[in-house]
């Protein structure tokens, strides 16, 4: 039976039959036991489906990966040890030496060290383009190499929305994928697969965990892209893989060909496995995600409302916000809200933004971000805290960008904690 969404985060992942636990059980072993060797070896060889070694895969990790992927309504998901992992799968699966990709620069510092340095050394070379850039310009940076095309839906921290369908009509032009980060949306706020992208990952760890409980990361494929339409330029996919005894994936598996690959070769050799147990707190935490997204937004918007009309406040950046630059893409691909997380920046600067922020007393100063509880970061004194003033305006993060997620607490009680601290500035 179709379902709505709110109904797919109870009810998918986990069907127990007569007799079965009602709430997904935790699988905590390495390993699994088979009568015959035969019986393994088949699994070994792929030729059967089921579980040998954890590394690899584990029966609570996938339930909780097949509710996201209900969530995203994508064709097949596999879970990784965090965001991070689920984003250099998402890249590394179909990209290896010699290889280009672009990227929107507007993402996550982490994942844009680990596009621009890190993959770099691994001879993988990423361009960076400002996400306002134009069809005809992005078409010219699109070389014969070029495999990807990658982007947040909504930018951390600069609280930015994505085009979807311009990226996704230049990506499907030259023949590669889609690759959204829908962390800050969720499938509950936005379904990039409806909007033409190829491949969705997470960071389960903000709101699908929703309680700072467990790091992980999910990528979930929707099974559209025609690998074998261009076969020469995913040679991973549709040539034989000798390490596989000489499977070729789009040939054996179709559809689930991709997270198939991504399960059998890059989680076997690099072992970014999700624990069963963050897992199944991540499976809890997807129960109430419809409830939290609708809370968060309706705080946030508030929250954002209240600091654009500050006079110590210098600017605010929220996509909901009628005035804000975003705000016609947010009601293009957003029209439920966007997130609880915005930015703003206070008048006077990097020093009054550390005043105001060791003032407050509810709001959390945390490097975590988008969970139940309302915290805040000053990446110019955090997370970039190495840069000038200068080099800061160059990565795209003010001196005075303050990121703020918005919790469950009391939006009126979150604004109290705001003006106090402001009155001091």
């Not at 009810?11 to 390495?30: C, F, M």
């Not at 070896?41 to 792929?46: S, T």
Request: some cysteine; glycine content about 8%; aromatic content about 10%.
């Amino acid at each position: 039976m179709d379902t709505h969404i709110d109904t797919k985060c109870l009810h998918t992942g986990w069907t127990p039959k007569q007799g079965e636990p009602r709430q997904l059980p935790i699988y905590q072993s390495t390993t699994f036991k088979y009568d015959t060797s035969d019986a393994m070896g088949k699994l070994f060889d792929l030729e059967a489906s089921g579980y040998f070694y954890t590394r690899l895969q584990n029966p609570t990790n996938d339930s909780a990966a097949a509710r996201i992927c209900a969530l995203e309504g994508g064709y097949a998901a596999m879970l990784t040890s965090s965001g991070q992992a689920a984003n250099f799968f998402a890249i590394f699966n179909i990209c290896e030496a010699g290889d280009h990709f672009i990227s929107s620069s507007a993402i996550y510092g982490g994942t844009y060290n680990l596009f621009g340095v890190t993959m770099k050394k691994m001879g993988i070379e990423c361009t960076f383009v400002d996400q306002n850039i134009s069809e005809e310009e992005l078409l010219k940076l699109v070389r014969p190499n070029t495999k990807a095309i990658f982007g947040e839906t909504i930018t951390n921290p600069t609280v930015t929305v994505f085009d979807f369908e311009k990226f996704a009509r230049v990506a499907h032009k030259v023949g590669v994928p889609l690759i959204i980060d829908n962390t800050f949306a969720t499938p509950i706020n936005c379904r990039p697969f409806e909007w033409g992208a190829d491949i969705v990952t997470h960071s389960t760890t903000k709101y699908i965990d929703g309680h700072g409980i467990s790091v992980g990361g999910c990528i979930v494929d929707s099974g559209n892209f025609d690998w074998d339409k261009y076969a020469d330029k995913f040679p991973g996919l549709t040539t034989p893989d000798e390490s596989y005894h000489g499977i070729t994936y789009t040939t054996k598996f179709g559809k689930a060909a991709y997270i198939t690959k991504a399960t059998s070769q890059l989680m076997r050799d690099f072992g970014c496995i999700q624990s069963p147990q963050n897992a199944f707190y991540i499976n809890i935490g997807l129960e109430t995600l419809h409830l939290r997204m609708k809370r968060h937004c309706e705080s946030a918007l508030k929250v954002a409302t209240y600091l654009k009309n500050n006079e110590k406040v210098a600017w605010v950046h929220y996509p909901d916000l009628e005035s804000d630059d975003y705000n016609a893409l947010a009601k293009k691909y957003l029209p439920n809200g966007s997130c609880g997380v915005m930015c703003f920046g206070i008048k006077g600067g990097r020093d009054q933004s550390i005043k105001f922020m060791d003032s407050l007393k509810l709001c959390t100063i945390a490097t975590h971000v988008a969970d139940s509880q309302t915290c805040l970061l000053h990446p110019a004194s955090h997370t970039h805290r190495q840069m000038t003033d200068e080099q800061l305006k160059e990565a795209g993060v003010a001196p005075d960008l303050i990121r703020l997620s918005i919790g469950l607490e009391d939006a009126d009680d979150i604004i109290k904690d705001i003006e106090q601290a402001l009155a001091l500035i």
